[in-house]
């Protein structure tokens, strides 16, 4: 990271004396998130010395470049809990800039209903992880992914563990998988911590809950993303949260679908994804708007093209989830070439696409998507398979 990015030098609670790390062991343990941000904010300033001047093991735990409720969540509270069983420093890294986090409208939401403050929190780019892993004080965790993006560098020597709930890519073989496929990772975090026999504090079980009814839908069967555990798990942080789960799904849902006044590329990057399969580069964006919606805004077509070639696409696909009577999803698809392979792939699978023969999106194939419980989860799983077999 630049000076700049840098914040101005603090008093570390983690990366100091064995009397210091003690504190911050403390301060993890038993009182509010905001003092562990605090400290792990405190820390980034010294991990720029030299080795020789700071030698000690870094654990980052990193969540997926979406930087959605789930992941934000997971990556802070797991942090905050192996914190508590080491001096060693654990960061917690979302994985994106901070210029684009206003963009996670929900997470910014349960900051303020939490008390937590955006600043104490290290991004992406402004923590150097090449650097740490060559000069091997690298461990890092992935939560709520289990395969790096390509803006994470070269370090997939140093992945340690992984907790997430996504197809398993069966990348870093020596790192100790947790890959199960429940609603919300966020309650393999919870699993994790209630196996360690960690007591949560309130604000931790909160921020965990939120994240586990917002991506089960409240935790409606109807939508098929609930699983038993996300259940137990809820029905275990309940009471540790204090919250009444109706109200916390209620206003933390719409402080997600609260994005009308986002501009188009605001949209497309506010809930983005990106992989490579067989050479070629996938994008995905999740947005809580109709497609109707997007087409509307002005400008909307060309700030598409505009992503596609700023991010070097080959494909980009829009899912859409939104309600109006009921729960609804949409798809769309941009390719540089021939599309009728790729649609014919997802229409041949559990999607139940209907083509849609008038939108406002330009070159783009759009769907009505009838099989409403499969989300990004499923789609881009079948992307990299149907893009890799080329």
């Known amino acids: 990271p630049t000076s700049a990015q840098r914040p101005a030098s603090t008093p570390s609670l983690l990366c100091g004396t064995a009397a210091a790390n003690k504190n911050f062991r403390f301060a993890a343990g038993f009182a509010m998130l905001s003092a562990f941000l605090r400290a792990s904010r405190a820390c980034i300033e010294r991990l720029q010395l030299p080795a020789a001047a700071a030698p000690q093991l870094v654990t980052v735990v990193l969540g997926n470049e979406s930087a959605d409720l789930d992941s934000v969540c997971c990556a802070i509270v797991h942090a905050s809990c192996l914190a508590a069983q080491t001096e060693e420093p654990v960061l917690p890294v979302i994985n994106t800039l901070r210029a684009n986090f206003a963009l996670r409208t929900e997470c910014v939401f349960m900051f303020q209903r939490l008390g937590l403050s955006i600043s104490n929190l290290i991004f992406a780019d402004e923590i150097d992880l090449p650097a740490l892993h060559a000069a091997k004080r690298l461990q890092l965790v992935l939560v709520d992914h289990n395969k790096l993006c390509a803006g994470n560098g070269n370090v997939g020597e140093a992945v340690t563990s992984i907790i997430d709930h996504h197809t398993d890519e069966a990348q870093y073989p020596h790192a100790r998988r947790n890959i199960l496929p429940v609603g919300s990772c966020a309650t393999l975090v919870a699993k994790a911590a209630q196996d360690a026999n960690i007591t949560l504090k309130q604000d931790q079980a909160h921020f965990l809950l939120s994240a586990i009814l917002v991506d089960t839908v409240n935790l409606d069967p109807s939508k098929q993303r609930v699983h038993e ?109 021939a599309l009728h392979k790729f649609i014919e792939h997802l229409g041949q699978s559990e999607l139940q696409l209907k ?14 998507q009838g099989a409403t419980h499969m989300s990004r989860k499923v789609v881009l799983p079948l992307a ?5 077999k080329k």
């Not at 006044?261 to 994008?283: F, M, N, R, W």
């Not at 023969?357 to 769907?367: A, E, P, S, W, Y």
């Not at 990299?384 to 890799?388: D, G, V």
């Open 355 to 368: 083509r849609k023969d008038q939108h406002k999106l330009g070159n783009m194939v759009c769907f009505d």
């Open 229 to 337: 555990l996300d259940k137990e798990m809820a029905a275990w942080l309940q009471p540790l949260s204090g919250q009444d789960p109706q109200e916390l799904f209620r206003t933390a849902i719409a402080a997600k679908f609260d994005i009308s006044a986002l501009s188009p590329a605001a949209l497309l990057l506010k809930d983005y994804k990106q992989v490579e399969s067989g050479g070629t580069h996938i994008g995905i964006s999740s947005i809580t708007l109709s497609l109707e919606q997007i087409g509307d805004k002005a400008g909307a077509t060309d700030a598409i093209e505009a992503f596609c070639a700023e991010n070097k696409l080959d494909v980009f696909v829009i899912m859409t989830v939104h309600q109006d009577k009921e729960f609804q999803r949409e798809l769309a698809v941009w390719r540089r070439d």
């Open 384 to 388: 990299i398979a149907f893009f890799a």
